[in-house]
């Protein structure tokens, strides 16, 4: 047995359409409706360019599999945020400046990663890594 790679992160969300375009306008995922049994209007998954789904977004009133308590915005649990490696630096800062949307900015010179943090609208933290830019 072994981890190959992080599958998907699940956000649940009173606004659906607000958190898919998010997604959308800020890290060009694209974003499709999910599997039967969910349904349009209660789920929708973001894939990347290599057709992973790798968000899956569902409201508050999606069926889950395994069904726990969960209030969006300022709650989120014990996660402290999802990392993503990207590229395009310069155009995502472009596009959270075109949002008016708060970040922070972070450089590790001993790896050469350059670091976006910035909040979704459910308040999960993201950690965007662009490495060698």
Not at 34 to 39: M, S
Not at 90 to 104: H, I
Not at 105 to 118: C, K, P, S, Y
Request: aromatic content about 8%; charged content about 25%.
């Amino acid at each position: 047995m072994k981890v190959e790679a992080l599958d998907h992160v699940n956000i649940i969300t009173d606004d659906l359409d607000g958190t898919a375009r998010f997604y959308a306008e800020l890290l060009g995922l694209e974003r499709r409706d999910a599997p039967p049994p969910l349904t349009p209007e209660t789920a929708q998954w973001m894939y990347d360019d290599a057709g992973r789904a790798i968000i899956h977004i569902n409201s508050l009133d999606c069926v889950r599999a395994y069904d726990r308590a969960v209030t969006p915005g300022d709650l989120t649990g014990a996660l402290h945020h999802v990392a993503l490696r990207l590229t395009g630096y310069e155009e995502t800062l472009e596009r959270l400046k075109a949002r008016e949307a708060d970040f922070q900015e972070n450089f590790v010179a001993a790896i050469g990663l350059r670091q976006i943090f910035t909040a979704d609208p459910n308040n999960v933290l993201l950690e965007l890594n662009f490495f060698g830019e």
